[in-house]
């Protein structure tokens, strides 16, 4: 049986490298896979992408905020990034007389751009492999031992730059901790806000369009750096100039075509592309299931009462958007593990090394038992986690623990108490208890049922196995909370009179301690803590151990193969070809979406799917300049196999050339397991197009100074 398998897999395995495209990747700039890029079409040299001694694509490329990616598009520092990347700034802007979000924003002039205390971009100057420094020492020595001096060596080689103040030099492990790089960032602090498009377009199709094809966002907005009389980094004065940049990209307004070459220069966050077969089984038939199974109930519940009420529909807005974010993905991501054959694939590949190097057999044998045995501890995490994150009064049961905990230890410092109250009066505002009991007896239930005995709370199957039962006793008890907000501690309410009940630490403490709420997730906690947590780090060590162990043999019995590290949000290069998809059976994609296709989803008034009038009016009176393409109307978004994930929102997508030809936002949901197991048949990254971008400052917002700044190629 299993010998079939891997004959299958084997034959699966030469289809799929029967594709232009074999690997994906998220190549460290300085080692890109040049060969196949230029197989596929590229026609600049590595050199133009990554060089420290001249101008190059990357001081092109910054990271906004700490989180996106960023592009410059101008000699004035104008910086390119998505709306989402954006939002708070453009919140933090707007007002009941200003209303930003809704209306849009666009500067007229460089004096009335918005700046945005706290915000800041990063360019990377310099990336060095520094392996033999920060593992100098370190064979033969134990985990613990070897972490310590790695820690000390890391230290030791950041402390040996001459660093200017807006620099700083950040050592990150790659290959599992098999080797070490360093980069060196410079830090601007004066970032303007200069335009972004009303929700109605930057956010078009919200929940219900995320993660999926075809799409018709233009998810993008615009900032610029400024910085003092030399060009160097300051803090924000009305003083500072324009950022003046090495280098700048050029805005291709060229019609693209199925087949083009593009790459993805960004900051990608977190892949896991070399795990064992046996990690994936575990991911794609417990983990993830787990997490969608309590996101799906939660869902449910806040879908039926939205549905029903205007008001609950714009208090859990936002929340609803947050759960069903990952949960949607998750789906996503099994199906297309599953799709792709993950296991069966990774399977064969094991099978086929380990006849080259026995040893790798025998890491292999050695994580198969870890992550057995690990099982259901993992699968205990996964629910636990859900639940508690889910359930919103456990999860404000969870933090007035900490805050207990922080008391009793004399832990609490004045910031982490600001932080709490601050996010008390954020939680109270959009907080419905009643709905939220709903919720909770749901998850109780549901984790009471899915959950064997030995780490459950004592009798808590019996008490809490029935979802009826359970709201009947919820509703009671949240009639008796104080931290619902339903119940007053002495003569105050905890939703108005915050300042006031933590004035007196004792008494709060004291009251508590009788809260059943508090009292339940003390339980919870108690029980996972005892019966799961530390059993699950301590095998996780084991399996991180082995899994550095594993990539190092991966890399050397494998020959054949150009490895590229797994994503760790710093500056990465990935490359495709624009294409549409075929993901399931009679179900055929288009790589390119137009704004036709924006009017046909137009439902006047509805929260992801209103239209501006402006908009509709450019529409039909087709006024639409220089930005359509040969079917007359302008493109909104298209398709490719570029390998990104979180962290490349907001990169810029270029094509053969080095102009920039999209912004990147989003992954097409068929392909969400592209962070586990790249397959460039199913994954396609999905971007806004500059021709859209451009179409929308220049018709719609009427900003032409900013397309002036631009080197537009025609």
């Not at 004959?7 to 395995?13: D, N």
């Not at 950040?170 to 410079?186: D, H, L, R, S, T």
């Not at 919200?206 to 803090?235: C, E, L, Q």
């Not at 994150?389 to 999860?395: G, K, V, W």
Request: glycine share 6%; charged share 25%.
């Amino acid at each position: 049986m299993i010998r079939n398998s891997i004959l299958i897999a084997s034959l699966f395995l030469g289809t799929a490298f029967s594709f232009a495209q074999q690997y994906g990747g998220m190549w460290i700039p300085t080692e890109i896979n040049e060969k196949e890029m230029k197989d596929l079409g590229m026609k600049i040299s590595a050199k133009q992408i990554f060089d420290t001694n001249k101008p190059s694509i990357k001081d092109a490329v910054v990271q906004f905020n700490g989180g996106c990616t960023a592009e410059i598009i101008s000699a004035k520092g104008l910086l390119l990034t998505n709306h989402h990347c954006g939002y708070g700034q453009i919140q933090a802007h707007s007002t009941v007389e200003k209303d930003y979000l809704s209306n849009g924003f666009w500067a007229k002039n460089m004096n009335e751009e918005l700046p945005n205390p706290g915000v800041t971009v990063d360019f990377i100057v310099d990336i060095k492999e520094v392996t033999k420094e920060i593992l100098a020492g370190t064979e033969g020595l134990k985990e613990a031992e070897s972490k310590e001096l790695i820690k000390k060596n890391s230290d030791a080689y950041i402390k040996s730059f001459n660093t200017e103040s807006y620099q700083k030099i950040i050592v990150k492990p790659m290959y599992y901790g098999n080797k070490y790089y360093a980069f060196v960032v410079e830090t601007f602090k004066d970032i303007r806000l200069v335009g972004a498009p009303p929700q109605s377009i930057g956010k078009f199709g919200s929940d219900t369009d995320n993660w999926v094809w075809p799409r018709h966002t233009g998810d993008f907005s615009m900032f610029r750096i400024y910085a003092d009389k030399n060009n160097k980094p300051a803090d924000y004065s009305k003083d500072n100039i324009p950022y003046t940049p090495k280098y700048f990209l050029p805005v291709s307004i060229i019609d693209k075509k199925e087949n083009d070459f593009t790459f993805v220069y960004g900051f990608p966050g977190r892949t896991t592309e070399y795990l064992p077969s046996i990690a994936i089984e575990k991911i794609m038939t417990e983990t993830d299931p787990a997490r969608i199974e309590v996101r799906d109930v939660a869902l449910k519940t806040l879908d039926e009462k939205m549905r029903t009420d205007a008001a609950t529909r714009i208090q859990y807005a936002s929340k609803y958007a947050s759960v069903a974010n990952y949960w949607k993905k998750w789906i996503g991501e099994v199906e297309g593990l599953k799709k792709s054959n993950a296991v069966d694939k990774k399977r064969a590949y094991e099978y086929q090394l380990s006849s080259k190097n026995p040893a790798l057999k025998t890491t292999l044998s050695e994580m198969t038992q870890l992550y057995s045995e690990q099982s259901p501890f993992a699968l205990n995490n996964a629910y636990y986690g859900e639940v508690i994150r889910n359930a919103e009064t456990l999860s404000l049961a969870n933090r007035f623990l900490n805050y207990m905990g922080a008391v009793e230890n004399n832990k609490l410092d004045e910031k982490s108490l600001a932080s709490f109250k601050s996010f008390l009066q954020g939680f109270y505002k959009d907080y419905n208890g009643e709905l939220d009991a709903k919720v909770t007896a749901k998850l109780l239930a549901l984790y009471a049922q899915k959950t064997p005995n030995r780490f459950l709370p004592s009798d808590f199957k019996e008490s809490f196995s029935n979802v009826d039962k359970n709201i009947s006793t919820i509703e009671n008890w949240s009639k008796n909370s104080f931290i619902t907000g339903r119940n007053n501690l002495g003569n105050y309410n905890i939703t108005k009179d915050t300042e006031t009940i933590f004035s007196d630490k004792k008494m709060l403490v004291e009251a508590l301690a009788k809260d059943p709420f508090v009292l339940l997730m003390t339980q919870l906690r108690d029980a996972y803590v005892k019966n799961t947590d530390s059993q699950f780090v301590s095998l996780q060590l084991k399996i991180d151990e082995l899994q550095k162990k594993y990539m190092a043999q991966l890399m050397e019995t494998d020959k054949d193969r150009k490895f590229f590290p797994d994503a760790n949000s710093t500056l990465r290069v990935t490359y495709g070809k624009v294409k549409g998809s075929n993901p399931r059976d009679a179900v055929e994609y288009n790589y390119q979406t137009h704004v036709a296709g924006i009017m046909e989803k137009y439902i006047p008034g509805d929260y992801e799917f209103d239209v501006p009038k402006k908009l509709i009016n450019l529409y039909n009176a087709k006024d639409f300049g220089i930005y359509k393409d040969k079917t007359g109307d302008v493109p909104v978004a298209f398709t490719a196999t570029n390998h990104t994930t979180g962290g490349n929102s907001g990169s810029p997508a270029l094509d053969a050339y080095g102009n920039l030809v999209g912004l990147n936002f989003d992954r097409q949901w068929e392909g969400t397991m592209s962070d586990i197991n790249y397959d460039p048949k199913l994954c396609r990254n999905i971007m806004v197009d500059t021709k859209y971008i451009l179409f929308i400052i220049d018709k719609f917002a009427d900003s032409k100074w900013l397309i002036n700044e631009m080197k537009i190629v025609k």
